[in-house]
């Protein structure tokens, strides 16, 4: 003879640590968050820009490259650390830079032939290695209509691990990367626009030159425009260490251009905010790809979204709240359920005894059968289904099934009857924990995936464990 629980899972009050813990975890990840995004919003129109130099090193030179790229990226990390979740714009040293004017290219696939050439020529770049290790650019402005802002053939190639790492460190960080491009680049630009408007290409003589530089830490960028059918083309972009720079007859710069040194040592540290600039052809030269303009509609629908996050996590603590509140009052009703259940078998017993106490004799087989009901009646039933409950409940485990062996609970003085059990659990640690949890009787007798698995607000169960263990002394 068997008795079977018809209760799913296990009840009992929900612990109040683990509600706690969950709380306060989820309160710290949303004042992150929050802080993140506050700092994404005043940066949004003026991006904080970094300068990220670079240690003295061959390029070329896979070893150095790579130390060099590692240093920078811990620095750039280390200021990261300290501005998490802003727009930044990073402002690139010449040193990680190769740089090529191609006046002369008809297109982007020639103009990066004649680049290829010239740094397979100065540092021994072949076209496999460039394509494997480096990201290449080229920008192609001119013609016609773009008369008033120079003729513009420029190709320039950085190291892929350095865009890669710069990605990682903001995504890591949270921030949001708006453009990796030459520190010189949109100073270029508004020097060509500016001296095609002061000094027209079209009043100086064919040949003409026009010469800018721009000093860095231990360099000095250089570029120069000619005149060529009424525009000022560029014909030439280069950089030179500090220390060597010369001036040379028809070639000083007019105009210089000067980065703040930073503190000895540093390798990131923080410029004036930058505006904002989606024209021009500096633009080609953001290895993170053209920046993207946020619409108005853009920011209705992010304060949206927080407002609709905001609702639904208050709304989520209100539904936690009702149903620990019903999972309480099934508790009761289920506690009232066993009295009432408890009693009924107590008036039986009475029943019985009375008759007993009325008939003259009774038979062998009839004292039989009233001390093994006074076994039955007497086991600890609800004590049982408590800790069986609060067990699976505490261990996350669905109790399924539960059978008690009648039979053996009257077979002998103090034995203690076999309890088998059926549940639904997340995983093998779990599972563990649930046996371990039920005493050093327990056993489990097998383990198999459920036909069909569920999902609950505490996982996807997706296994069925087959314990025995033994219950109570009557």
Not at 95 to 111: D, K
Request: glycine residues 6%; aromatic residues 6%.
């Amino acid at each position: 003879m068997q008795a079977v629980s018809p209760r799913g899972a296990g009840d009992g009050a929900p612990d109040p640590l683990a509600d706690a813990g969950w709380q306060a975890s989820l309160g710290q990840q949303l004042q992150r968050q929050w802080r993140r995004l506050q700092a994404r919003l005043r940066s949004t129109w003026q991006p904080l820009t970094v300068a990220l130099l670079a240690p003295p090193h061959v390029l070329g030179d896979v070893t150095a490259t790579d130390a060099a790229i590692n240093a920078a990226l811990d620095a750039f990390d280390a200021w990261a650390a300290e501005h998490q979740g802003v727009n930044v714009a990073v402002q690139l040293s010449s040193r990680w830079l190769l740089c090529c004017a191609t006046p002369e290219a008809a297109n982007g696939v020639q103009a990066r032939e004649l680049a290829q050439q010239q740094w397979a020529h100065y540092f021994g770049l072949e076209a496999e290695q460039l394509s494997a290790e480096w990201l290449t650019l080229d920008v192609l402005h001119g013609g016609a209509r773009a008369a008033s802002r120079g003729d513009v053939k420029l190709v320039c190639a950085v190291p892929r691990a350095l865009i890669s790492g710069l990605k990682d460190v903001a995504r890591e960080r949270g921030l949001q990367l708006q453009a990796a491009m030459p520190w010189w680049a949109e100073g270029l630009q508004d020097a060509l626009v500016a001296d095609a408007v002061a000094v027209p290409a079209a009043a100086q003589p064919e040949g003409s030159t026009r010469a800018w530089a721009w000093a860095e830490p231990g360099l000095l960028n250089q570029a120069q425009a000619e005149a060529r059918e009424g525009r000022w083309v560029l014909t030439r972009v280069w950089s030179e260490l500090a220390s060597d720079v010369r001036a040379e007859p028809g070639r000083t710069p007019e105009a210089v251009a000067a980065m703040a040194p930073p503190e000895p040592g540093a390798l990131a540290w923080p410029l004036s905010p930058a505006p904002r600039r989606h024209e021009g052809w500096a633009e080609g030269l953001n290895f993170l790809g053209p920046r993207v303009r946020t619409s108005f509609w853009g920011w209705a629908l992010l304060a949206l979204g927080v407002v609709a996050a905001l609702h639904a996590a208050d709304r989520a603590a209100a539904v936690q709240g009702e149903l620990t509140e019903a999972q309480a009052v099934v508790k009761r009703l289920q506690r009232g359920e066993r009295q009432v259940s408890v009693q009924a078998q107590a008036q039986a017993q009475a029943a019985q005894a009375t008759q007993a106490a009325s008939a003259p004799e009774l038979q062998a087989e009839s004292w039989r059968h009233a001390a093994q009901l006074a076994q039955w009646l007497g086991f600890p039933w609800a004590d049982t289904l408590d800790h069986i409950d609060a067990t699976s409940l505490k261990h996350k485990a669905v109790l399924a099934q539960f059978s008690l062996d009648l039979a053996t609970l009257a077979s002998n003085e103090g034995v203690q009857p076999d309890l088998k059990l059926q549940a639904a659990v997340i995983d093998d640690t779990a599972a563990l924990q649930w046996l371990a949890a039920l005493g050093p009787q327990a056993m489990l007798r097998a383990r198999e995936p459920l036909n069909t698995p569920f999902l609950t607000a505490q996982g996807r169960y997706a296994w069925r464990l087959d314990a025995v263990t033994t219950g109570g002394t009557p």
